[in-house]
């Protein structure tokens, strides 16, 4: 089926992409930006009258993931698709001055928010769209308590829990007094939720939080190597922090190997990165993102695994013989096994940041430093090197900092109230929102950092963090109200801002009064299917986007062809056109 009726044609201004983009442009603080055009719409390649963020979030199923929770499509209410769309076209703008400076003719750039939106569910896109099984296919298999957040405490205290092993999960409720059998029953639906977005979890477990005070919750939390952060109220994040900070090296670098100026004059406007290496060391999504991103712009991506290879790649569903998730953002990236804990293992890592331009990871903090790989050890093998570190909390909450993670940063930095709306309590959307936003961040820093190179000769150390991209995303200090899908009698229904200007024109269009009030509109919706609607609201003025509701549905619909590879699983193709 045709996800959009046709209507009027989609507006071609983005404003919240468009100032993300000149705001990481200001940060690459490079004149030759300004001699770049770059160009963002809403729907990109794809044939569909896209007008407006949340009928992007609805068409290409950025509401189905993070709906899936509630058990229903519902809305971000923050401008997140157009976010990761200005750093797209950020990173863009420095693909072209890269490109340039070895030769191409590149002038300008275009990506779009349909094209972001993609990119920023590609693993779950991989997932729904492998022929393995998946033992948890998103669908809850408990019904959850409204939010998304289910742990509020004896004196009110929302907050988001974390554990990243079964025995301090076990730990934490266990000194709260939980059912251990309660507890057992939830660990794999809690470790498994960033691969899911969803997170159905006996009742019994809020019911324990709900006895404890935040007090004792917190000290449940330190007993059991947990970490608990209330989840903020206020949108806003509480300390103003850059997307990224490049520190140069004192002193200029080596001239770029003759391997990679051979390679260099073979950028093009498919591959304007050509020629770069990239050796990465990161696991799950942030680090990885940022290589991904990378590779897709023509650089060589060397992964270090240990010894056997990331224990991700067994993940199911497979794509094949490797995890469709796992894939999604390491496929075309060559990989060199390597013991950390070894000496050899790190002369291995040495030899092989000597022939590269780019050193990224997102390890724990201090993990480097112990291992003797910090940005001062490395630069030495390399003096030209951009090392790149990616971590959760940079120096954000100090030295005495809980886990950075996905739901953490959202609590703490306002995103999980940002994204809610005014009639919802706060809570993180179970989207990874963070991770693939920081890790977008991560690469664009590295780009801002290549292109100061061109400039100074000087390689330098790029920091990012989970919180910091969270503070990237625009959010007012009050929360609104965003509206809700409304229900066909087989989908769902995103009304376009001339109905929600004009709800009495919808009404009508419904064939009911027009002053019908929304319970009354949701159950005329619900009496016929989507396809019927859709010509209907159209030729009444008030055109309607479909919500997706499988984001296998995608790969089939010829409409998302042009920004969609489908093979062993379906991957969003780059994202951007360069010319």
């Not at 999604?328 to 030899?351: S, Y």
Request: overall charge neutral; hydrophobic content about 45%.
């Amino acid at each position: 089926m045709t996800l959009c009726a046709p209507h009027a044609e989609a507006p071609a201004t983005t404003p919240v992409a468009a100032r993300v983009a000149a705001h990481l442009l200001d940060l690459v603080d490079d004149p030759a930006t300004a001699t770049v055009g770059r160009h963002i719409d809403w729907q990109g390649p794809l044939p569909l009258p896209l007008a407006d963020e949340h009928a992007v979030q609805a068409a290409c199923g950025i509401m189905h993931v993070h709906g899936r929770a509630a058990g229903h499509p519902a809305p971000l209410a923050v401008d997140y698709a157009s976010t990761v769309a200005g750093v797209l076209a950020a990173q863009g703008v420095c693909a072209v001055l890269l490109a340039r400076a070895a030769g191409a003719g590149l002038s300008q750039v275009r990506t779009s928010v349909s094209q972001a939106a993609l990119l920023a569910l590609a693993q779950y896109l991989a997932a729904a769209t492998a022929d393995g099984d998946d033992p948890q296919d998103g669908r809850p298999e408990e019904v959850l308590l409204p939010g998304g957040c289910p742990f509020v405490s004896a004196d009110g205290v929302r907050f988001e829990l974390e554990a990243l092993d079964a025995e301090r999960w076990l730990g934490f409720w266990q000194t709260l007094g939980a059912d251990r059998a309660e507890t057992g029953r939830g660990w794999r639906s809690f470790q498994q939720r960033f691969a899911t977005a969803t997170c159905p979890l006996p009742p019994g477990l809020a019911a324990t939080a709900r006895r404890a005070s935040f007090a004792a919750v917190r000290a449940a939390a330190d007993r059991s190597g947990a970490a608990v952060l209330p989840v903020r109220d206020d949108p806003l994040p509480p300390t103003a922090t850059p997307p990224w900070t490049l520190t140069p090296f004192p002193a200029p670098g080596a001239p770029t190997g003759g391997r990679a100026r051979a390679a260099d004059t073979h950028r093009t406007a498919g591959a304007p990165l050509a020629g770069l290496r990239v050796v990465e060391s990161a696991r799950r999504v942030q680090g990885p993102m940022a290589g991904h991103i990378l590779r897709l712009l023509g650089a060589d991506v060397v992964r270090i695994e240990p010894p056997g290879g990331d224990p991700m790649r067994g993940i199911p569903p497979l794509a094949g013989t490797c995890s469709a998730r796992f894939s999604a953002l390491n496929a075309g990236k060559t990989v060199q096994e390597a013991d950390f804990t070894t000496p050899a293992g790190r002369r291995a890592v040495r030899v092989l940041v000597s022939e590269a331009d780019v050193f990224l990871h997102n390890w724990a903090p201090g993990k480097a430093a112990r291992l003797g790989l910090d940005a001062e050890d490395l630069r030495a093998a390399r003096p030209g090197l951009v090392y790149a570190w990616a971590s959760g909390w940079g120096d954000a909450l100090g030295p005495a900092q809980p886990v950075g993670t996905d739901y953490l940063v959202q609590a703490h930095s306002g995103l999980a109230a940002a994204v809610r709306p005014a009639d919802e309590p706060p809570a993180p959307s179970l989207m990874t929102l963070t991770d693939v936003l920081g890790g977008l961040v991560c690469a664009q820093g590295v780009l801002a950092a290549l292109v100061a190179r061109l400039r100074t000769g000087r390689g330098c150390r790029v920091d990012s963090s989970l919180y910091s991209a969270a503070a990237l995303v625009p959010r007012g200090r009050r929360r609104g109200a965003t509206g809700r899908p409304l229900p066909t009698s087989d989908g769902y229904l995103w009304p376009g801002p001339q109905a929600r200007e004009r709800p009495h024109r919808l009404a009508r269009a419904l064939g009911l009064g027009a002053g019908a009030d929304a319970d009354a509109i949701a159950s005329r919706a619900r009496t016929l299917p989507t396809a019927l609607w859709l010509p209907r609201l159209a030729a009444a003025g008030v055109p309607a986007t479909p919500v997706c509701t499988g984001l296998d549905d995608l790969a089939r619909d010829p409409a998302f062809a042009p920004a969609l590879t489908v093979g062993e699983y379906a991957a969003p193709l780059a994202p951007w056109e360069f010319s």
